[in-house]
Each structure stands twice: as C-alpha cells, then as structure tokens.
C-alpha cells in the first residue's frame, strides 16, 4: 500500500513539472471573448491617431472571481468551499493551479506527518493545503488517540467540543509536534533518572547523548563578521565528562577571532544514510575574546596551548599565529539539557531546586559535602578520587571563601599516586604530539542531599614550586591550582625521581561565600 502511494505521489508530482501545451498557432486562446480576435490578429493597417502605425493596446477585461484558476465556468459547488484559494499569475499557471483544492486536500491526506510537512515548503498553495486542521486532526487522532483524555460520563461529554472547530489555524499541527517531542523528551529524561551514587551524575548521560544523535558544532567569527562552522571532529568520553576536538578547518589567526560559540546539535536521519535534516542548535556557550583574554599553559615543539575559561583550549601552530585545534571540556552536568532545549541563541536555563532550609543548625551549608575529583586528558585517566563527609567550619572561612580540606599535607596515608605523566595529547589532521605538564581537572561537589553544588571540568597546568612544600619527601615540589567566580582548586605533588611518577600530597577546595549563602540562604 504504502509502494503504491509511493508511485502515484512520485507520477503526481512530475505531472507537477509538466509545462502546460502552447496553443496553435492561429487558434483561439483561452480565457478571451468570443468574437474578439487578439490584438494583432486580422488588423491590417495601423490604428487611427497612433504615430507610426502602432496601436495602442487595450487592457484585457477582468476575468469573474472564480474558485479554480484557469476555468471561467466553475460550479456553484466548488464556489463554496472552506478550503483556501490562490489565484497564481497566469505566467506561473500550471496542472496544479487548475486543479480544485479538494482534489489536492484528498491527495495531500494520504501522505505521513514527516511529507505533507517537507511538501509544505514547495509553495504558498502547498503551505496552506498541507496545514489544514481537519487533515492534522486525523494524523493526530490516528498516532494519539489512545492517549487522549476520554469523558468518563455523559455530562463530561456533554462539555466536550469538537476537536476541530472554535481552534486556532495550525491548531493539531502544533499539537502533533508538541506531543511527539514531548513524548521523546519523558523517555531520555526516565533514562537519567538513575542516579549514580559515585559521581552524582545521571549513570546514562553518555548513553543517551549517542542514542539521540546529539554532536556539537563551533562557529567561529572573525573580525570582519565572517563565520565558520565546523562540525566535531572527535568526542573523548568519560565518567564525568566529554572533550570534543574541532580540526582540519580554515581557521582565521588566532588574533582575528572576534567570538566562538558552541552549539548542540541533533540531526535526525532520513531513510537515506546520506541526507539529513537540519538540527536544531542549542547554545551553550559563547565566548568573546575581547574581553576574555587566553592564557598560556604549555608548549611542544609544533604547537602552544592557549587556556579560555571556562574549558577552551586552543593550540596554536609555533611561529605563524595560526590555529591548528580547538577542544572544549564539557561536564555531564544538564549537558543533556543544555544540548537539546537551548535556542540558537540563548543556552537553556531550568529553575534551581533549593534544599530546604535547617535553622536549627548553625553551621547548616557547611559539611555534609562529597567530592568526585578526576585529572585526565583526552584518551586516559590520571587519578581518581571518591571523598565523603567533607566539612568546613565558620573559623575557617577566609577571604569570602569556605575551605573543605580533601587531602591533608600532613596525612600521609590520604596522598595518592598519579598513573604516569601529567600531559595533554592532541591531533590535528595528520600531525599529533603531545603537551607535558598540562591535563584536564573534571570536579563535581554535591551538597548535604548529594545534588551537585559546583561542577566544573576544565584545562589545568602544572608549575614547579618556588619553596618545599613537605619534608617528608625529598623529589621536586609543583602547583597546581584552578579558579573561577565560584571558587578554587589547590593542589600540592611531589615528583618522585626512583618511582617517575607524582604524589599528590595536599587537595583543598575553596567554594564562594556568596555561592554557599545563595545555595542554602544563609548568611554567613
């Protein structure tokens, strides 16, 4: 059945595409008076008061107003139809304008959802024929209607309207869409329902961002307005967080580049491998280098590494300014979310769910606190780190920041050891190599009801320390630290010559006061 519809919609459409036969030559065109010949046609001599022999040309006379173009004797019948008329020009007149558009209603009617929206867009007549409200009422009764509410009485039904009248135009059309995005939309949202104890973080996010199709572009301006829109490269999943690589693409010079914005991206699969329709772009970041300034964590012998907060990382080719990668650490927090329900425009924000409030606690805010914390880069993990029941009191809160300690300098049995070295690798077409000293820091701290407080997955480098840091060991002493408006990261290792390996020795986090106090409204 579906073949045979196929058939006949495919010999419609190139009857479509058919020019309509030229009248012979001598014969009478349609739509003129009889008895009037056309103008040229019999005359033999020029017309009286015109110079030069030419005659000056009348206008034809208005044809009647008639319901389908092209025939001046329609039926009464057609005259009162409900459906839209439009009358095209005669230059574009053609087999589709003279048929009545209850023919086309009725053809348009055994077409699926996906092609009467797609035939929508071939012209104004197929605009308004394909969004009429009787035929999206069916397709929507056909896929819904055992999903519908139904009177459960006769006075219930008696209140029950009819679906198709007293509705706005478009009605059922956007009432198809709404449901079956709404409906996709409960089903990736019960697959993050399942909480990871460990992490914080939904157990699917990954798992969903590849059933859904979801990749992410970068549109990079420069300074004269030009855009580039590249699609990623490559994605580095982990437990926490993805790194998407942008490569092989005519960058502008680094310091042409006027902003970069990243967008998520679904693109939904014809039956076709090769088309695809346009996805829908959810922003999720932007970023203005005019006023945000890169800073430098690291070097090799091709490229330099330029950090943009809050998880850019740009690699610059040595000695010629121009770009030769783009990566971004993005963390599973909302990624879902702000990959699929932002604008083109503006990224998507849901409302902040505060925990209640214990004022019988005066250090309420304070402890409580877990930390995920992972160093890795883009194909391993460096270290990783579970810790609970992390606290803070009043007497320690310095410089409008709450300290939590994670590891203790003085605590040897809380250091840890790193698996290798501290690097970040990196590819661009067919060259590759990698940074020394420099990774990424993926961090998620949730509060006292386990909901994450601060999420942050960044670039971060490591620097030798100007003193010794503990003399409980004898190998070279580094620093790494992180910051943003929310707070900091500290973080003190040792390089043990013998083992070649790090040890971390001191973690501390620092969270914003004002953070703190907006989370649980406190004021401390």
């Known amino acids: 059945m579906a073949a045979g519809r196929g058939e006949f919609f495919r010999s419609f459409l190139e009857g479509l595409e058919r020019k309509p036969e030229q009248p012979a030559p001598g014969r009478r065109q349609p739509g003129r008076g009889r008895g009037k010949p056309a103008a040229g046609v019999g005359q033999s001599g020029p017309g009286k008061g015109q110079p030069g022999g030419k005659r000056k040309k009348k206008r034809p006379p208005k044809a009647a107003p008639s319901s389908v173009s092209g025939n001046d004797h329609s039926c009464p019948e057609l005259q009162?139809?409900?459906?839209?008329?439009?009358?095209?020009?005669?230059?574009?007149?053609?087999?589709?304008?003279?048929?009545?558009?209850?023919?086309?209603?009725?053809?348009?009617?055994?077409?699926?959802?996906?092609?009467?929206?797609?035939?929508?867009?071939?012209?104004?007549?197929?605009?308004?024929?394909?969004?009429?409200?009787?035929?999206?009422?069916?397709?929507?009764?056909?896929?819904?209607?055992?999903?519908?509410?139904?009177?459960?009485?006769?006075?219930?039904?008696?209140?029950?309207?009819?679906?198709?009248?007293?509705?706005?135009?478009?009605?059922?059309?956007?009432?198809?869409?709404?449901?079956?995005?709404?409906?996709?939309?409960?089903?990736?949202?019960?697959?993050?329902?399942?909480?990871?104890?460990?992490?914080?973080?939904?157990?699917?996010?990954?798992?969903?961002?590849?059933?859904?199709?979801?990749?992410?572009?970068?549109?990079?301006?420069?300074?004269?307005?030009?855009?580039?829109?590249?699609?990623?490269?490559?994605a580095y999943f982990f437990e926490s967080s993805v790194v998407v690589r942008w490569s092989g693409g005519s960058f502008p010079k680094y310091h042409h580049i006027s902003n970069i914005q990243l967008h998520g991206v679904r693109k939904e699969k014809l039956k076709s491998p090769k088309v695809r329709k346009p996805g829908w772009r959810s922003l999720i970041l932007k970023l203005d280098m005019k006023t945000q300034r890169g800073r430098f964590i690291g070097k090799d012998r091709l490229i330099k590494l330029m950090h943009l907060s809050p998880g850019f990382i740009i690699g610059i080719w040595r000695g010629q300014n121009s770009v030769a990668f783009i990566m971004v650490s993005l963390h599973f927090h909302k990624l879902v979310e702000r990959s699929l329900l932002g604008s083109p425009v503006c990224p998507y924000s849901e409302p902040v769910d505060l925990p209640p409030v214990d004022n019988s606690d005066p250090e309420f805010g304070l402890h409580g606190y877990t930390l995920h914390f992972v160093l890795h880069n883009t194909g391993t993990e460096i270290m990783s780190g579970h810790f609970r029941q992390l606290s803070c009191h009043t007497v320690q809160i310095q410089r409008g920041l709450v300290e939590l300690k994670v590891i203790n300098r003085t605590n040897l049995s809380q250091h840890r050891s790193l698996s290798g070295n501290i690097k970040l690798p990196w590819k661009s077409e067919a060259l590759e190599g990698s940074v020394e000293n420099c990774c990424i820091i993926t961090l998620t701290l949730l509060d006292e009801f386990q909901k994450p407080f601060w999420c942050v997955s960044s670039p971060i480098c490591i620097m030798m320390a100007k003193k010794t840091l503990s003399f409980d060991y004898s190998g070279e002493h580094f620093l790494m630290e992180y910051q943003n408006s929310d707070g900091q990261v500290k973080m003190k290792l040792v390089w043990l010559k013998e083992q070649k390996q790090f040890f971390l020795i001191s973690l501390t986090v620092y969270v914003s006061v004002f953070k703190v106090n907006k989370h649980f409204s406190r004021d401390y």
Not at 189 to 202: A, H, K, N, Q, V
């Open 80 to 234: 009162k139809t409900d459906f839209p008329q439009i009358k095209p020009s005669p230059c574009e007149e053609g087999l589709m304008e003279r048929l009545p558009s209850e023919i086309l209603i009725k053809i348009l009617s055994y077409l699926d959802a996906s092609s009467l929206f797609c035939i929508s867009h071939v012209s104004k007549l197929f605009h308004q024929l394909a969004n009429d409200d009787v035929m999206w009422h069916k397709i929507y009764m056909s896929e819904f209607a055992s999903q519908t509410w139904k009177p459960k009485s006769a006075d219930d039904a008696a209140l029950k309207v009819d679906p198709v009248e007293d509705r706005l135009a478009g009605h059922w059309k956007k009432m198809y869409f709404r449901t079956m995005a709404g409906q996709e939309m409960n089903k990736w949202r019960r697959e993050l329902r399942d909480i990871s104890p460990y992490t914080g973080l939904p157990r699917q996010t990954e798992w969903v961002l590849r059933n859904l199709n979801v990749s992410w572009e970068l549109t990079v301006r420069d300074l004269l307005g030009r855009e580039l829109t590249l699609e990623q490269s490559r």
